[in-house]
């Protein structure tokens, strides 16, 4: 006799004591891994409840079900403290061997978050937000996932309760990994809390702005974060625990008060800052105010610096209202943020940033800050110190990003400024007198200030003139025919199973020098004898725009694309291209023409080589090759 499931399970069936369905459960994170031992509780239609544990293989089976269906849930707390160690899968994609194993077996599946699971709202770590995560908790009041009892098995593949975090590396080396997200989240700094502009926040202009980034974009495990105000850039990221996100952000706008902004994040490892740089008329009255103040004693080092940029900086020693939070015992009264950032700073790994104006307020914070051991990376700086003060600041780890044509970091000129006029505090004099110098000085030659650094020496007076800080990193096009090669390659000869070989094209990257820019960390090469002649202490980079007439290439975006561009190159292809012998060739043929060009390209095409080995850091780590993977995938992608 032949079984008749179509009739003795028709839900219609007015012999209901012949129903008799099962189902079947499998739970398991994106690596294929069981969840385990998960108290669960399976309510059938009509009221009856069952519990019991997932078993060692993450399975559920219940039978004896009529074929209606049920509601089934999984203890919150504990499936949101599980899903919280479990790390996520490479590919965002969708792509899952997890589905295609279940399709091939005839398994039902489904992707579901913990928020689809949850019996209940648990509670997370510091969680100021008026509704939960939404990625997470599609339902803002869990109450587990329907199932049909129709004597099937289900795949339920559990998204972790993880949270994105940017990759970063608190060492004195330079990283390429800190400059593509630093100089990312600098690009951020230029939106405003609610919206990527200083607009009204709106549907148009909300996605990315900060409170985009970090409470939703941060969240969507589907993707990487994209947009970062209103450009799209591919950050270096890795995840972690949900309690281990960040939970400390804010944005601080003095808004009248010379209009000065900056944000910081923190979480329980690390504290990073980014300081905005010029984006309005009183930012620009703040740059052209350069005559030379003493700091105070509350910075812990004396000396002069640029009087606009050090008077922003200051605005942020006052009090001012932090983004209002719920669910959190935390009275609303205004705050001191650089006492607040001082605080995290204490206990915790220190990250600044910033571009232009904002890489100058960065650098005077990492001066304030300097016993926390803040890691600092600045990206088209303009000079803010004089010679007084940087000469005592050699323990500040800073990385300054120059490109060549970038008018920006050659002002305020290198000269002492500090006239008697501005010693008397006759400021309208004092810049008088600069100006006339500097007419002069164009019309002749520097003659004027020439004249005037002879007096001081023959009267013993010290020339304390505006100069820069930092170790270089030169974004440099070569005009000689003998420089010219393409900066694809990477020499990982560390890692050449880590990442994806693909079959180099040749045409496509036998290029000419007007194509590409050289990638020159001037400290990759320390002990070279021609470091002094390209990138002299405290000065600009030799092949760096030397003043105001540079071609405006000063765009943070400009800057961030091209480390993200060298970046892709430097994960697609793991060793040298043909290019690069065919111009080594080259050069060498060129060597009868001029020993000190070839010497010179040598060493420029020595130091954009040795980028590839700024990746080690994030290579030897574990989350790092996983990030990396990540990046290009979603670069393939694009």
Known sequence: MTFRYDKYNDPYCPDCAKHNAWIEILLVDELNNPISDMPY????????KRTGKTDRNGIVRETDLPPTGGRFSINAQMLADEMEKRPLRARRNGSSKIRYDATQRNDNYRYLTIGDLCDAAPKILKWDQPELPKYHFKKQQPNGYMVIFRNERWV???????????????????????????????????????????????????????????????????????????????????DVPFSERYTDVEFIDSAKNLDTQMFYIANNKEVIVVWRGTAGKTDIFTDIKFKPVKLQQDMGIEGYVHSGFYNSFRTMDGEYYLRPKVNVDDDQDKKIPLDLIKGLASKRKLFIAGHSLGGALALLHAIKLRKYNPVLYTIGMPRVLTLSITEQLGDI?????????????????????????????????????????????????????????????????????????????????????????????????????????????????????????????????????????????????????????????????????????KIISLVKYNGLTESAYDIRAELVNQKRLSQAKYDESSYLLDLDLMVADTLLPTLLMPEGITALKRFKYANDNN
């Open 156 to 238: 339920f593949e559990v998204c972790s309760f993880r949270a994105w975090s940017f990759l970063l590396h608190h060492q004195k080396d330079y990283s390429i990994t800190n400059a593509c997200n630093l100089s990312i989240l600098s690009v951020l700094s230029y939106a405003s809390f609610k919206a990527n502009n200083d607009k009204e926040p709106n549907a148009g202009n909300y996605s990315g702005s900060i409170e985009d980034v970090f409470f939703n974009q941060l969240f969507d495990l589907s993707q990487i974060p994209q947009q970062f105000e209103e450009k799209s850039f591919t950050p270096i990221i890795y």
């Open 397 to 565: 780890i800073h990385h300054r990003h120059v490109n060549e044509d970038d008018p920006v970091p050659a002002l305020p000129f290198e000269k002492d400024m500090n006239n008697i006029a501005f010693i008397s505090d006759n400021d309208w004099l004092g810049y008088s007198i600069e100006i006339a110098i500097t007419y002069i000085d164009l019309k002749h030659q520097g003659m004027a200030s020439k004249t005037i650094e002879q007096l001081k020496t023959d009267f013993n007076i010290k020339n304390d003139t505006f100069i820069h800080h930092g170790d270089a990193v030169h974004f440099y096009k070569p005009t000689s025919k003998t420089s010219m090669y393409k900066y694809v390659l990477a020499s990982v000869g560390y890692a050449p199973s880590l990442l994806v070989n693909m079959e180099i094209d040749k045409k496509r990257y036998l290029v000419s020098d007007t194509d590409e820019k050289l990638y020159l960390v001037s400290e990759l090469l320390p002990d070279h004898r021609l470091k002094q002649e390209f990138f002299e202490l405290y000065k600009l980079p030799k092949t760096a725009s030397p003043g105001v007439t540079g071609g405006g290439d000063h765009s943070s975006r400009k800057y961030t694309n091209f480390i993200i561009s």
């Open 41 to 48: 509780t399976l309510t059938v239609s009509g009221g009856e």
